[in-house]
């Protein structure tokens, strides 16, 4: 099992960017996934699930502004990231299924001007 | 939305002696089909996070069996016997019984 994020980087606030997360091993489109991030010397803030029937979840602090989905045919899933704030500076994970059972290594995002 | 409080927010441990990690929710964790959606993930340092726990006590593949997870309810505990070097880092309960689904704010391990 392998989960390999991409696509982060640095943007100013207001900007939007799309994460990536490709994933092997296993049988993506049998597995919900999250995405989590960790802001920099904190703890772990959960950001959004989505099922493998494409249903989805979100945290309160990025509903209406990040989008989470997903292609089985590519075997990727992704997070759209809009109207990015300073707080949402932070490594990026995306964990399989509802156990969060395996993880990827993270994407850093730096919101600055 | 659920708040997950751990304590204590850190811990120092004579390696060999028990560890006892607590996690209390704002609401109880028990969803609609009885089963109870907590979770425990340690995060060594410069690594990503891991799985330890599943719905309460349940250790998932390869987890040693001094990681005992216990609670019920509003209450959890994690409990490491026989504290080893590879235990430190920081541990996290996550609670996926209620939308939006949150973590607690963690608990660092070290070794006297």
């Known amino acids: 099992v392998q989960l390999v994020e991409s696509g982060g980087g640095l943007v100013q606030p207001g900007k939007s960017l799309k994460l990536s997360c490709s994933a092997s091993?296993?049988?993506?489109?049998?597995?919900?996934m999250h995405w989590i991030r960790q802001p920099p010397g904190k703890g772990l803030d959960w950001v959004a699930y989505?099922?493998?029937?494409?249903?989805?979840v979100y945290a309160d602090a990025v509903k209406g502004r990040f989008t989470i989905s997903r292609d089985n045919a590519k075997n990727t899933l992704y997070l759209q990231l809009n109207s990015l704030k300073s707080e949402d500076t932070a490594i990026y994970y995306c964990a399989r299924g509802g156990v969060m059972d395996a993880w990827g290594q993270g994407a850093s995002v730096t919101v600055s001007s | 939305d659920v708040v997950l409080t751990q304590s204590p927010v850190s811990l120092s441990v004579t390696l060999g002696d028990q560890a006892s990690i607590s996690c209390r929710s704002s609401q109880s964790l028990e969803y609609s089909d009885g089963n109870t959606y907590l979770q425990w993930y340690l995060q060594k340092p410069g690594q990503s996070p891991h799985v330890l726990i599943y719905?309460?006590?349940n250790r998932f593949s390869g987890v040693p069996n001094r990681f005992i997870g216990s609670g019920s309810g509003t209450d959890f505990t994690l409990k490491i016997s026989r504290v080893e070097p590879e235990d430190l880092g920081v541990y996290f309960c996550f609670q996926a019984t209620h939308d939006p689904f949150t973590f607690g704010s963690g608990t660092k391990l070290e070794i006297k």
């Open positions: 719905k309460i006590s």
């Open positions: 091993g296993f049988t993506f489109s049998s597995y919900g």
């Open positions: 989505i099922s493998s029937s494409s249903g989805t």
